[in-house]
């Protein structure tokens, strides 16, 4: 069974802090993709990146910065100077690639880290 | 381009009535998804369709849930009879078949007296 922890329910910081949001995941396969998502305070699910498991170059967009570790099978997110538009609930998330279906299929997701910036 | 669509955007019914969530997906995307969110249970998966064609509805709670995808362009996802522990935010996601990402609609948010 597939299953993704995300162990920090609540992260509260000072805005210009840098911040990182765990993600530990459990998967028999040996194909698979990772995610991350933003739910802003507005609701909606914004997609933020995927990782294969194939591919465990870090990443790094602007101010937010990805490390895939398989040893650890951990996908950590970290935001760099982090700014109170960053307050969010961010979610990881897991997917299968089954033989037979092109891309990942359904999302398993984690309980998600509500991160709170300060000013 | 607009984006995954979803009405209504707000539902408020009464235990006992018939409740329909609608999703048009991205065009051209051919998998779709419906997921749950509650406080209890997070993010949960309830059904996906693959060229109109449901591949799992393992997430389906139980038999008062149904979803079609009579087309392309379209989807349901009805509760009858609802009940008070239905009530949560009802997302749509899409994606075409061959990529990775989900689009996900801005969610119905259910509520059940």
């Known amino acids: 069974a597939q299953k993704v922890t995300q162990a920090q329910t609540e992260i509260s910081v000072v805005e210009k802090e840098d911040v990182t949001l765990d993600c530990v995941y459990e998967t028999r396969d040996t194909t698979y993709y990772l995610f991350w998502y933003k739910q802003p305070p507005s609701g909606e699910l914004v997609f933020l990146i995927r990782r294969n498991s194939f591919d465990e170059q870090n990443e790094i967009s602007g101010r937010y910065s990805w490390n895939f570790q398989k040893s650890t099978s951990s996908f950590n997110f970290t935001i760099t100077a982090s700014q109170v538009v960053d307050s969010a609930v961010y979610f990881c998330a897991l997917s299968e690639a089954p033989r037979g279906f092109r891309g990942a299929q359904k999302l398993v997701f984690g309980q998600g880290t509500r991160l709170t910036i300060n000013p | 381009d607009a984006g995954v669509i979803q009405s209504p955007r707000h539902e408020v019914t009464e235990m006992g009535q018939e409740v329909t969530l609608r999703c048009k997906p991205i065009?051209?995307?051919?998998?779709l998804f419906w997921y749950r969110q509650t406080m209890m249970r997070g993010l949960e998966l309830l059904i996906y369709f693959n060229n109109n064609v449901p591949i799992d509805d393992s997430g389906m709670p139980e038999d008062r849930f149904s979803a079609k995808m009579p087309n392309a362009s379209f989807s349901t996802l009805k509760i009858q009879p609802s009940e008070p522990r239905d009530s949560a935010v009802y997302f749509c996601?899409?994606?075409?078949?061959?990529?990775?990402?989900?689009?996900f609609g801005p969610g119905t948010r259910l509520t059940v007296l």
């Open positions: 996601a899409s994606r075409v078949s061959g990529e990775n990402e989900q689009f």
């Open positions: 065009s051209g995307h051919n998998s």
